[in-house]
C-alpha cells in the first residue's frame, strides 16, 4: 500500500542518511505519479527500504525507469556520481580523446618495470526489449536465455572467440551440474549464486534462480558473457598481462559483434547512457580493474595507506575476492577506477592506467 510505503520510508529517513534511494524519495514528487507509476518506483525501492543498511537503496526494473522516475533518479545519480543533477552522459571508447597517456596509445605497465597482473574489464548491457533483472518473470528468463544462445552459437562458430556455454537451467541442452559450476566459480568464470544475496532477493534480480542463468565463454577463457545475473548481460575480458590495451579492446570488439545482432538492441538512455539494473553502473556500466601485489602498502595487514593513495585519483580498493572481500594475505588488492557516469570508457582505462603508476611508485617510497 503506497500510504504504508511512505510511513515506512519517512521512518527510515530519520535513522539511515546514508541510504541514497531512502534519503532521495521525496513524498511531493511520489503524490504527482499515477496508481501505476507509483507501484513501478515503489518496486525500485524495494531492496533499499528492506535492507536499510544499503548505500545505493534502489535498482531499476524497466529499461525506461531512469527516464520515466528522472526526477528521483536524478538525485540519486547526483549524490552517487558526486555530479550536477541535470548532469547528462557521454559515451566514448577513443583512447586518442584523453591527455596524458603514452605517446602510441598502448598502455604498457611493463614498461613501468611492473610484471604481468591479472587485468579485467567489464561492462553490464540489457536488452531494450526486456523487464530488468527485477521485474523479469521465469518465463522471461528463460527467454532471454534461449535467444542469447543463438548469439553465442554465432561466437562459438567464429575462429577469434569459440568456446562454450554454460547453462544453470534444469532441462537446458548445456546445463551443467554443482560439480562443474563450483569449478567455473573458483575459476573466476561463473558468476556466485545469487539466492544469498538478501540485496538482490529484496530487489527481485535473485528470483527463479537459477533458471535463466549462465555463462558463456571463449575457447581461450578471457572473454565471458554472463546471462541472467544482475544485468541481462555482463561482458567481461580477463587476462594476465601488461598491456590494457588488449582486454579493452577485445571487450570492444566482442560489445560490436553481440551488438550487431538482431534482436541485440541494448538499453540506452538519451540523457544517461547505457542503462543497468544498479544506478551506481550506470553510464558506461564499465568496471576496469588490476590485481596488484602491494607488499609494503599493506604490510600492516591493512588495505589503509593503499586506500588513501588511491582514493583522490578515483579508484575504489578491494579484496581480490570481489565486492566486499578482504585483501590477500600477500598484500595483493584490487584496485579500480570508481566512477562509470559522466565518464567516458576511455577515461576510465586511462584512470586505471594513472593510478597504477602512481600507487607503484607508493609502494617503491614506502619499501625504502
Ligand atoms: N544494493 C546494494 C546497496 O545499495 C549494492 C549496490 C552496489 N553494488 C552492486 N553490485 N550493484 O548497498
Redesign the pocket.
Known amino acids: 500500500m503506497p500510504s504504508d510505503f511512505i510511513d515506512k520510508i519517512s521512518a527510515l529517513k530519520a535513522q539511515w542518511p546514508d541510504n541514497i534511494a531512502v534519503q532521495c524519495f521525496d513524498p511531493a514528487y511520489f503524490a504527482t505519479l499515477s496508481e501505476g507509476h507509483k507501484l513501478r518506483l515503489q518496486k525500485c525501492l524495494n531492496?533499499?527500504v528492506e535492507?536499510p543498511d544499503?548505500?545505493?537503496?534502489c535498482?531499476a526494473c524497466q529499461p525506461s525507469d531512469f527516464d520515466d522516475f528522472k526526477p528521483f533518479f536524478a538525485r540519486v545519480l547526483a549524490r552517487h556520481h558526486k555530479v550536477a543533477e541535470d548532469a547528462r552522459h557521454v559515451n566514448n571508447w577513443d583512447l586518442g580523446s584523453v591527455e596524458g597517456l603514452p605517446e602510441d596509445g598502448v598502455l604498457d605497465i611493463a614498461k613501468l618495470g611492473l610484471p604481468a597482473l591479472s587485468m579485467r574489464v567489464r561492462v553490464g548491457r540489457n536488452l531494450r526489449d526486456f523487464a530488468l533483472p527485477g521485474s523479469m518473470t521465469k518465463d522471461d528468463r528463460i527467454r532471454l536465455e534461449n535467444r542469447m544462445m543463438g548469439v553465442f552459437d554465432r561466437l562459438i562458430a567464429m575462429p577469434e572467440f569459440g568456446g562454450a556455454y554454460y547453462s544453470l537451467t534444469p532441462g537446458n541442452p548445456c546445463f551443467i551440474d554443482d560439480a562443474k559450476y563450483d569449478a567455473l566459480v573458483d575459476a573466476h568464470i561463473m558468476f556466485k549464486r545469487m539466492d544469498t544475496d538478501r540485496?538482490l532477493i529484496a530487489?527481485g534480480i535473485a528470483a527463479d534462480w537459477p533458471f535463466g542463468r549462465g555463462c558463456y565463454a571463449s575457447a581461450d577463457r578471457e572473454l565471458m558473457i554472463w546471462v541472467g545475473e544482475?544485468d541481462h548481460l555482463r561482458i567481461m575480458c580477463m587476462k594476465r598481462g601488461t598491456v590494457l590495451n588488449e582486454v579493452f579492446d577485445r571487450l570492444k570488439l566482442a560489445l560490436e559483434t553481440v551488438e550487431s545482432i538482431e534482436g541485440m538492441e541494448f538499453a540506452y538512455s538519451a540523457d544517461y547512457g547505457v542503462v543497468t539494473s544498479?544506478p551506481?553502473?550506470l553510464g558506461t556500466g564499465m568496471r576496469a580493474s588490476l590485481h596488484i601485489a602491494l607488499p609494503n602498502l599493506t604490510a600492516d595487514g591493512t588495505d589503509a595507506k593503499a586506500k588513501a593513495i588511491a582514493r583522490p585519483l578515483g579508484l575504489a580498493v578491494r579484496g581480490i575476492g570481489g565486492?566486499h572481500t578482504p585483501i590477500g594475505a600477500d598484500g595483493t588488492l584490487d584496485i579500480s577506477p570508481s566512477a562509470r557516469f559522466c565518464i567516458t570508457e576511455a577515461e576510465i582505462v586511462a584512470a586505471l592506467y594513472k593510478g597504477i603508476v602512481l600507487l607503484k611508485d607508493a609502494e617503491a617510497a614506502c619499501g625504502k
Open positions: 531492496s533499499g535492507n544499503s548505500e545505493m537503496g535498482y540485496y530487489a544482475e544498479c551506481t553502473n565486492e
